[in-house]
């Protein structure tokens, strides 16, 4: 079955950057949308980001809208969270998510109960 891998978070002052990768365990992740959420203590898990199958919809919460950016690499089998002047705010625990491209015929990108498969989480902490 497809297994997901975060890594790339860290510590990083307000107004720095950081790059989350999800690897995903086979060539399979090609028939799945995947999404980025995040869940800081206290908060109910939200959604950041959403890439479709073959990168043609993408959607954003407005809260990163303008600082970061959800690409797909199909050869590597990876999806990537490119996040620009981060708040502390976004300080969360981030989790890459996969579920079927036919998915989102019947389910908001930011449902968490459509996406079957997730990685561990990796921690984001934006402080001074």
């Known amino acids: 079955q497809l297994q997901l891998v975060e890594s790339g978070g860290g510590l990083v002052q307000p107004g720095g950057s950081l790059r989350l990768s999800c690897a995903a365990s086979?060539?399979?992740?090609?028939?799945?949308?995947t999404a980025w959420f995040r869940q800081a203590p206290g908060k109910e898990r939200e959604g950041v980001s959403y890439?479709?199958?073959?990168?043609?919809?993408?959607n954003y919460a407005d809260s990163v809208k303008g600082r970061f950016t959800i690409s797909r690499d199909g050869a590597k089998r990876t999806t990537y969270l490119q996040m620009n002047n981060l708040k502390p705010e976004d300080t969360a625990i981030y989790y890459c998510?996969?579920?079927?491209?036919?998915?989102?015929?019947?389910?908001?990108?930011?449902?968490?109960?459509?996406?079957?498969?997730w990685g561990q989480g990796t921690q984001v902490t934006v402080s001074s």
């Open positions: 086979e060539v399979t992740l090609d028939y799945y949308s």
């Open positions: 998510a996969a579920r079927p491209s036919w998915t989102s015929n019947t389910n908001a990108w930011t449902e968490v109960h459509s996406y079957p498969h």
């Open positions: 890439i479709s199958r073959y990168s043609d919809v993408i």
